[in-house]
């Protein structure tokens, strides 16, 4: 069945350090891969995606994530965190020929410390 | 700013009554989505529409649910006889298909900020 796991309920680091946070996904055909963000009260926010090409794909406010087949992940990575980076992130997942659904994870909330 | 819009943004309501949901997409959009989100958890596919045509529903639209999207551009979710189960926050997400005729599937979503129901 095809499903994505975000590794970690919550994360939390020191302004200034690195933010890293873990999807994988459970398929047998190639994914389309995203990355939202939701603040609270609001709906979700497009931060980058992957669908082919370079497996590094830098999206917006200085996050980037690489695809990674072997390991069947998509991390998402910000080198240095800002308060403002505080939100709920979620990894999504579709597939070709699938009506663009989305498959999200249970999501992943960032803390950032002063 | 012309993103999605859904109304009401909150709606507070008595188990057994009827309410239903508007979304109004980014114009140009053919392809429009419904998701529902409980608290703590990713949001989760009800249905999609291409133009007016409903192409797929998720089995966890039950039968008292209903959604339209009968000129291609609005669409209503209709949730009747409501259940405290119910309560969710239901997002609405616009895309716009790629030319070529392939379905691609790879289009971003533009979401909504979402109608909180609260089913006493």
């Known amino acids: 069945a095809q499903s994505v796991t975000q590794l970690g309920s919550h994360v939390s680091v020191s302004e200034g350090a690195l933010v890293l946070l873990r999807c994988n996904y459970s398929s047998s055909v190639p994914p389309y891969l995203f990355w939202y963000v939701q603040y609270p009260n609001q709906g979700l926010q497009l931060l980058l995606k992957?669908?082919?090409?370079?497996?590094l794909v830098k999206g917006i406010n200085g996050f980037e994530a690489e695809f990674k087949k072997s390991e069947t992940s998509f991390h998402l990575t910000k080198p240095s965190a800002h308060m403002s980076d505080a939100a709920e992130y979620f990894c999504a997942v579709t597939f070709y020929n699938q009506g663009g659904k989305l498959i999200f994870g249970q999501g992943t909330e960032l803390s950032v410390k002063p | 700013d012309t993103g999605v819009s859904q109304n009401p943004r909150h709606k507070i309501t008595k188990r057994g009554q009827n309410v239903t949901f508007r979304c109004d997409p980014i114009s140009e959009h053919n392809r429009l989505y419904w998701y529902r989100q409980t608290l703590g958890q990713g949001p989760e596919f009800l249905t999609y529409?291409?133009?007016?045509?409903?192409?797929?529903k998720s089995r966890l639209l039950s039968d008292r649910f209903s959604a339209e999207r009968p000129k291609g551009s609005f669409s209503t979710l209709e949730i009747q006889r409501t259940e405290q189960g119910d309560s969710a926050m239901y997002l609405c997400?616009?895309?716009?298909?790629?030319?070529?005729?392939?379905?691609?599937?790879?289009?971003?979503?533009?979401f909504g900020p979402g109608t909180r129901l609260l089913v006493l």
């Open positions: 529409f291409q133009n007016e045509a409903q192409l797929e």
């Open positions: 992957y669908t082919t090409g370079a497996t």
């Open positions: 997400a616009s895309s716009r298909r790629l030319a070529g005729g392939e379905n691609r599937g790879q289009e971003t979503q533009y």
